[in-house]
C-alpha cells in the first residue's frame, strides 16, 4: 500500500459507460447503484420511471442516462443499442439483466408464457449481446464487457417456472458460447447467477411463510440476497480486474448451489 492509499484502480469503472437492462428496481438498481460507486456512468433502460434509480446514483454521486424501451421486442432492444451508441457516447459495458418469470405448472403454461418469458430473457439478451459486439468490432482497439444475469436455475430444474428454467439454462449457454467467439476480438463474456434476492421478483415467495422458511433453512448464508450483493459482482466482472475471465459463471446466491 502506497502513502496515498491502495490503489483500487483494476477495480475502478472510472470513464466506463455501461447499459443496464432493468434499472428502475431491483438487481438491475442494484447493479447500476455498483457501477455508479465504481465511478462509471449508467445508462439505465427500462419500460418504467427510473427517479429512484437516478436518485440513488445522485446521492452515490454517479451519472445517469434513462431510457425508455421495451425489451420485448428485440429488434427494437438493438435499434435501441445503436442509437445509444451513436447519440449519446459509445458503451464499454453491457449488463443484460432484464427479466421476467412467469409461474404454472408445465401442463398448464400458455404458449405466450413460454414466449413473453423466452423472447425477454433470452433473445433479446442474444440480440443487445450481438448489437453490442457489431459496435465494438467497429472500432479497431476498443474492448467491450458484457455481463448476463443467469439464475441458479440456469443450473437446477426448479418446479411451475419451465419458461424460465429454458431461458436462464440457454443464457448460460450463450454467455459460454460468445464467450469464446469473442475472446481474442476483446470482449469478455461472463454472467453471475444470483440466488434468492429481495426484490419484486421473489415477493410472492417471501410472503408465503412456509415456502419462504424452505428456502430460508436451505440457503448457507442463511438470509436473502439484496440486489447489491448482485451489482458488486456485476461491477467486478465490468472492471478490468476480471480482464482475463471469459465465460465464466460467477453463482452470487449465499451458497445455495454448493450444498
Ligand atoms: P424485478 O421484477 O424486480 O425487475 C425486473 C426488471 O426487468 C425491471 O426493471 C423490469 O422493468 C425489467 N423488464 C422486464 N420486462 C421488461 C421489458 N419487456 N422491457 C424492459 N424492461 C423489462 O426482477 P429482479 O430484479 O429480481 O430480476 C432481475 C434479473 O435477475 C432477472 O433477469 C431475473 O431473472 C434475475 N434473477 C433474479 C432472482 C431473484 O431472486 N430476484 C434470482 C435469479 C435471477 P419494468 O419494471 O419496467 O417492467
Not at 434513462?66 to 425489451?71: G, I
Request: net charge negative; proline share 3%; glycine share 12%.
Amino acid at each position: 500500500m502506497s502513502s496515498t492509499g491502495p490503489d483500487l484502480s483494476a477495480f475502478s469503472l472510472a470513464g466506463k459507460r455501461i447499459l443496464v437492462t432493468g434499472a428502475n428496481t431491483g438487481i438491475g438498481q442494484g447493479i447500476a447503484v455498483s457501477v455508479a460507486r465504481a465511478g462509471g456512468t449508467v445508462v439505465g433502460v427500462g419500460r418504467s420511471a427510473m427517479d429512484e434509480t437516478a436518485e440513488r446514483i445522485e446521492a452515490a454521486g454517479g451519472h445517469f442516462e434513462a431510457v425508455r424501451c421495451d425489451l420485448a421486442d428485440s429488434t427494437a432492444a438493438q435499434a435501441m443499442l445503436d442509437r445509444v451508441w451513436h447519440d449519446s457516447g459509445s458503451l464499454d459495458g453491457l449488463v443484460n439483466n432484464a427479466g421476467i418469470i412467469r409461474r404454472a405448472d408445465a401442463v398448464e403454461l400458455t404458449e405466450a408464457d413460454w414466449d413473453d418469458v423466452i423472447d425477454v430473457n433470452l433473445k433479446t439478451v442474444f440480440m443487445l449481446s450481438q448489437g453490442f459486439a457489431r459496435n465494438v468490432l467497429a472500432e479497431p482497439g476498443r474492448r467491450g464487457k458484457i455481463v448476463n444475469i443467469a439464475s441458479v436455475l440456469s443450473f437446477q430444474g426448479g418446479i411451475r417456472v419451465a419458461s424460465y428454467t429454458a431461458s436462464k439454462h440457454g443464457v448460460l449457454g450463450i454467455t459460454r458460447l460468445l464467450a469464446c467467439e469473442w475472446a481474442q476480438k476483446g470482449i469478455n463474456v461472463n454472467a453471475v447467477a444470483p440466488g434468492y434476492i429481495e426484490t419484486n421478483n421473489t415477493e410472492a415467495l417471501r410472503a408465503d411463510p412456509d415456502r419462504s422458511a424452505s428456502i430460508l433453512a436451505r440457503i448457507p448464508a442463511g438470509r436473502w440476497g439484496r440486489p447489491e450483493d448482485i451489482g458488486d459482482a456485476a461491477a467486478f466482472l465490468l472492471a478490468p480486474a476480471s480482464d482475463y475471465m471469459h465465460g465464466a459463471v460467477v453463482p452470487v446466491d449465499g451458497g445455495w448451489l454448493a450444498r
